[in-house]
Nanobody, 128 residues
Framework: QVQLVESGGGSVQVGGSLRLSCAAS????????MAWFRQAPGKEREGVAA????????YYANSVKGRFTISQDNAKNTLYLQMNSLNPEDTAMYYC?????????????????????WGQGTQVTVSS
């Protein structure tokens, strides 16, 4: 059973930066599609960024391109999301998600339904 534990959330001012981490354990497959999602109060959960662990292909939502960077440290089984130039619209609960044996694609990665495993979330609040 894969377990995902997020950390690194917090409160920052507009223009600030945060780095989220997602520590994974219990991997049984060679490759995973791993992603960060976020959900603000009253809004649907939306995909922020994804990475295919075998090969490292990355995908981003248009709203975060150029500001956020997803990366992985295979030795530590940890997924990261570096978030720069934060604005109040980035305020949300951020979730790490993973699904085994699925190749991320531009069409599939934003769909929450393809992810089998989810973390508990970490809150990010951006104030002006």
């Amino acid at each position: 059973q894969v377990q995902l534990v997020e950390s690194g959330g917090g409160s920052v001012q507009v223009g600030g930066s945060l780095r989220l981490s997602c520590a994974a354990s219990g991997y049984t497959h060679i490759s995973y599609c791993m992603a960060w999602f976020r959900q603000a109060p009253g809004k649907e959960r939306e995909g922020v960024a994804a990475i295919y662990t075998r090969g490292g292909s990355t995908y981003y939502a248009n709203s975060v391109k150029g500001r956020f960077t997803i990366s992985q440290d295979n030795a530590k089984n940890t997924l990261y999301l570096q978030m720069n130039s934060l604005n109040p619209e980035d305020t949300a609960m951020y979730y790490c998600a993973a699904t085994p044996g699925v190749i991320c694609s531009g069409a599939s990665w934003p769909r929450a339904t393809i992810y089998k495993y989810w973390g508990q979330g970490t809150q990010v609040t951006v104030s002006s």
